[in-house]
């Protein structure tokens, strides 16, 4: 419970206490203590709502969601048994602000949980009173989450997973699944539960569900979490009201699949799982697509509001002695918790150039970045150390804060006390305090050594080039261009429109041959986009806002000159080895099956029997991923098929259905018209060969077991359609390299991160849609190809981009000249020059990435790493090393053990 | 910076400080955060590195790579767990393997300065990038680092011979080269990294600077004995030295 003054959570902007509704005073004008003791006066109790009224062009709506409440139905218990509790009220207790500073207690007797259930699709699946039929499309992964998360508290728990459907459909998420189901302890149970009763004694719960092989069971857990869906935002009705949109029929906002960012009302946008249930990455695609729509209606009046942030101007103090100043972050409870925050502060004091240290609650709020520059000039600090979290998400925000002050950024260094200390000893305060301390020597170390770098200023090309004439191209491009950029935009074959030209409808009934001409159509009317057709990439040459790329079409060669370029080259069908397909034309991919219904082919639509088998390729140990899409397009295909001949027998072999968030309603609806649900195991997969019905027509032979009937059923189909495997485009191993970008496990690209960069690479400048990053339904390839356009648009929208200082750099006098730089150097960053002293090596800097691979191998040390140093890591290590008198002390004592 | 850039000199300045075990993180094999793949050169660098602390008697199991990806906190954690229990086993530097002091640290003093010449002989190894792990441990044999460092190289200016034209001591890398003009150039032996610039650099007409593998090296001629009396300049370029 938080009291009516509080900090809404750690990281909230602004970091301030409010007072909410629950204060005595603005209840029953009672108390007023706070008032009394505050300082500095800052508490108003007489503050009212003001209304505000601002002019905008667009509005993107962006409510989010309500997790679902389990109180709508009596049989969870929730509320009721009090060791019963939320997937949400789980996910505090696992974290370090959360009510036992991240230990996982249960609330009845504050002892740690050993045996933990969780319960899937609280809320969802059902069409009972109180639940959603719609799948939440997250809790699968967020439940593994947590298992793994309780796993690393507590090595010894055992947790058990009851479940439907394992829907883990999402990049990577199939390796995240069997990560969980490897780990000891660990079951996966699939079986519908039941809360049977709370012990009244230990207060541990008795769940009841069901096994093929032990059949009906009860089992008692210290702790059962209800994996509760996904709900529309509480006030969604008024909202609806207020902005005049459509909501569909689960009350989430009305969308379009060729635009799932749009609403009904023109200039209304939406982003986020407003537009149903979605996990993080794609809610970050819809931010950035929906953020790229408002651009097209409002580019031209781009920047009017923006204000150009100024720094004072930098005061060069490479000849001063280093003035080290070193601020102690707490991180809240993260650090402060585990190690003793003042202890560090004072043993920073005694360190060599410290002037001045401190600590900090967390370093990274505003108040506290201010402190910083205050120090700074107050103390007349010339080199920086926070020691807090690490430098992979904040190290910029203090850079800038070094920049604020004045002085040189990279005169700053972070010492990571979080991650790589107290996050790991929570157990062992002491050693961990000790850690810190080393840890704050080392960085303190460097950092008499950092050195003033500049960084370099290039000018950026206005034009994109992408790669790839699908519906992910196309819609980056007509975004792209639509803002006032023009756009290259290169496609292998001689139309466009990739696989989507194979496609008749989505499951949800758009018409995408009618969507596809329109969208061909505006590229091609569009006079800032050029289409290059049957054309192939030789060559991609340069770097972020100044590339060059060689096309060759229709006999010429084109050199373009770009500022960014986005891939969205789409994805292969895996050509199955198995089920006869090749070698019995009956057994067809689901692809050709939608072909074959579109063409009206009466061996399909007049079919008797058909067999769909999915995971025809993936899920598997050489494709250990779930090609997300199958599963709806059998779906899809199955419903169309029933349309049109309403007695075929459709039978759809399956591992687990993964038809996510609204799709669950069709399958459903495939379920109600009679299509038959059989699912198999991996290593029982169905058989399939050519045989005769009893009256002796050929048909195809499919065996399978029936674990609901605990037997092996035969059906006998005229048509098998597989699922087969979406994989990565053949195209894929060779743009890599040509644009230096990665590939994950899979073979997919590579985006920078999963969720906070979902549509650019590490390679700055070069951005990513459609089924080349994962395969994905049309409607998804719509959201991040906007998304994609939207993160363009942040580079095409400046005149100049910022290339790191942290670059390589060669001492003329030291290079012999041997070219082993040049070997290790995959940017193409280095050329060897001939001078008078012979062959020389010289570094660009504008290509290199400052990985250091040249520095390593360099026998003479001509060629260095600027602000990784050797002299820089070397100090850190002399630093690390416990001084002689120790080393002789410790020896002593265990000589004489 | 890349795990590839962990020089080997870091790896041995550790072990001369006194710490007990190096161990590398680096990102997982084929899934570069750059594009380099320099996971795989810093991998080569242990498993040779690995061998040499062998050969100057220390257990190779102090220095250890392992690759994960930032997500893997579970598994960083029980990799280094089992790293320090290994180091532990083994005991303090030195002692553990019963070395006496004196030999380690020389041991190790060595071996520092042969860094960058371990470099110029094994960078082309270590660039080959080793799919498969039943390479490692044959990669670098111990047979082949016995030689490199019983058979180190050394440059040598032959004092009859130099005709003091600077050549070699202006392409020295290293300022190892103790020269003036129409003073007999000596290589100082302590600086020189062995990287064969000097030997390239010398006119064939001299051929001054001899290549010596596994011998001593004669001692530098007495300062005062280094004046090179020749005729005058016209004459040398009218009647050029012998070869030989």
Known sequence: ?897 | MCSGRVDPAHVIRAFSKGIDGVFIGGCRLNECNYITHGNYYALNMVLLFRKILEHIGLHPERLRIEFMSGSEGNLYVEVVNNFIKKVKELGPLGKGEGIDEDILKSGLAEITRLVPYIKVVKNAKLRTPLRNPEEYEKFFTGDEIDRLLNEVISYYIDPEKCRACMACAKRCPVEAIISAKNRIHVIDQEKCIKCGTCFEACPPRFGAVTKIIGEPVPPPVPEEERTIVRKSKEKMIDNPLPID
């Not at chain 1, 997973?161 to 969980?180: A, L, M, V, W």
């Open chain 1, 1 to 897: 419970m938080n009291k009516a003054i509080h900090i809404y959570f750690a990281q909230a902007i602004p970091l301030v206490a409010y007072i909410d509704e629950s204060c005595l005073y603005l209840k029953e004008k009672k108390c007023r203590i706070c008032q009394r003791i505050c300082q500095n006066k800052a508490i108003n109790l007489n503050q009212m709502p003001e209304k505000v009224e601002i002019n905008v062009g667009a509005i993107i709506l962006s409510p989010g969601l309500e997790p679902y409440d389990p109180r709508l139905k009596d049989e969870y218990h929730y509320g009721d048994f009090v060791n019963v509790v939320t997937s949400m009220d789980y996910e505090r207790l696992l974290c370090s602000t959360g009510p036992y500073q991240g230990e996982i207690l249960r609330a009845s007797d504050l002892k740690h949980p050993q045996k933990i259930a969780w319960i899937q699709c609280v809320g969802s699946r059902q069409v009972t009173e109180g639940g959603n039929s719609y799948c939440s499309a997250v809790c699968c992964t967020y439940s593994q989450k947590q298992v793994i998360l309780t796993k690393d508290h507590n090595a010894e728990a055992e947790c058990t997973i009851f479940h439907n459907d394992i829907r883990s459909y999402g990049k990577d998420f199939e390796r995240y699944y069997e990560r969980t189901e490897n780990l000891p302890g660990v079951r996966f149970i699939r079986s519908y539960t039941s809360i049977v009763k709370e012990n009244s004694e230990t207060g541990n719960v008795t769940v009841r569900y069901s096994t093929s092989d032990d059949g009906v069971k009860e089992e008692e857990f210290d702790l059962v979490v209800l994996s509760v869906g996904l709900n529309p935002p509480a006030d969604v009705q008024s909202m609806a009201e207020k902005y005049g949109i459509e909501l569909n029929r689960h009350e989430f906002c009305k969308i379009n699949p060729a635009n799932p960012m749009k609403t009904n009302r023109p200039g209304i946008f939406v982003s986020g799982a407003f537009q149903g249930p979605l996990d993080i990455p794609e809610s970050v695609f819809s931010a950035s697509g929906a953020g790229s729509q408002i651009g097209e209606l409002l580019s031209f009046r781009r920047g009017d509001l923006a204000r150009e942030r100024i720094y004072p101007p930098e005061e060069d103090l490479s000849g001063e002695e280093p003035r080290i100043g070193v601020f102690v972050c707490h991180c809240g409870a993260n650090i402060g918790r585990v190690v003793n925050v003042p202890s560090t502060v004072e043993y920073s004091l005694t360190l060599p150039n410290v002037v001045y240290a401190q600590e900090q609650l967390f370093s990274c709020a505003t108040n506290a970045a201010k402190e910083i520059t205050d120090m700074i000039k107050e103390k007349g600090l010339n080199r920086v150390v926070v020691a807090a979290c690490s430098p992979r998400t904040l190290e910029m925000l203090f850079r800038d804060t070094l920049r604020e002050a004045g002085i040189n950024q990279y005169y700053f260094e972070m010492a990571n006390i979080r991650e790589h200390n107290s996050w790991v000893h929570s157990k062992e305060k002491e050693a961990a305090t000790e850690k810190a301390k080393d840890i704050i020597r080392m960085s303190v170390a460097r950092a008499r050594h950092l050195q003033p770098l500049q960084e370099f200023e290039l000018p950026v090309n206005k034009a994109a080039l992408v790669v790839g004439g699908g519906v992910a191209g196309m819609t980056t491009a007509l975004s792209i261009a639509n803002q006032g950029h023009e756009v290259h935009l290169v496609e292998r074959d001689v139309d466009l429109g990739g696989t989507a030209q194979r496609i008749q409808t989505t499951l949800e009934g758009l018409d995408v041959q009618a969507y596809l001409a329109d969208l061909s159509g505006k590229v091609y009317k569009n006079p800032l986009i050029h289409v290059y057709t049957e054309a192939t990439i030789t060559e991609a040459t340069g770097y972020v806002g100044n590339f060059i790329t060689r096309v060759k079409y229709g006999g010429r060669v084109a050199e373009i000159k770009h500022g960014a370029a986005v891939i969205a080259i789409g994805a292969d069908l895996y050509t199955p080895a198995e089920y006869l397909y090749g070698e019995d034309d009956r057994v067809m991919t689901h692809l050709e099956l939608d072909e074959q219904i579109a063409k009206g082919d009466e061996k399909v639509t007049g079919a008797e029997s058909l067999v769909m088998i999915q995971c025809v390729g993936c899920r598997q140990e050489d494709r250990n991923y779930c090609s997300r899409i199958c599963c709806s397009e059998s779906i899809k295909n199955a419903l169309k098929l029933k349309e049109i001949n309403p007695e075929m027998d459709i039978y759809i072999l399956f591992r687990d259905m993964r038809t996510y968030g609204f799709k669950e309603d069709y399958y459903r609806e495939a379920a109600g018209k009679g299509v038959r649900f059989i699912r198999y195991e991996p290593h029982d997969k169905p058989q399939v060969e050519a045989g005769e019905t009893e009256e002796g027509k050929s048909v195809l032979k499919v065996t399978v077991p029936d674990y609901i009937l605990g037997k092996k059923l035969e059906i006998d189909a005229e048509i098998v359609a597989l699922a087969a495997a979406v994989i990565p485009s053949a195209e894929t191993a060779k743009l890599a390299g040509l644009f230096k970008v990665t590939l994950s496990p899979d073979g997919f690209f590579k985006e920078a991160h999963v969720k906070l960069r979902p549509v650019e690479f590490g390679t700055d400048g070069v951005y990513l849609c459609g089924a080349a990053h994962y395969p994905k339904l049309l409607t998804e390839t719509i959201n991040q190809a906007y998304g994609a356009a939207g993160r363009v648009l942040t580079l095409l929208s400046h005149d100049i981009v910022i290339a790191s200082g942290s670059v390589c750099e060669v001492n003329e006098n030291k290079c012999m000249g041997c070219g082993d730089c040049i070997a290790v150097c995959s940017y193409g960053a280095i050329e060897l020059r001939t001078t008078r002293q012979g062959k020389k090596a010289v570094v660009n800097p504008v290509l290199c990435k400052g990985d250091g691979l040249c520095n390593a191998i360099c026998p003479t040390g001509a060629i260095k790493l600027k602000h990784f140093t050797d002299e820089q890591i070397v100090s850190e290590i002399d630093a690390a090393a416990p001084e002689e008198e120790i080393i002789r002390q410790i020896d002593a004592a265990v000589a004489s053990m």
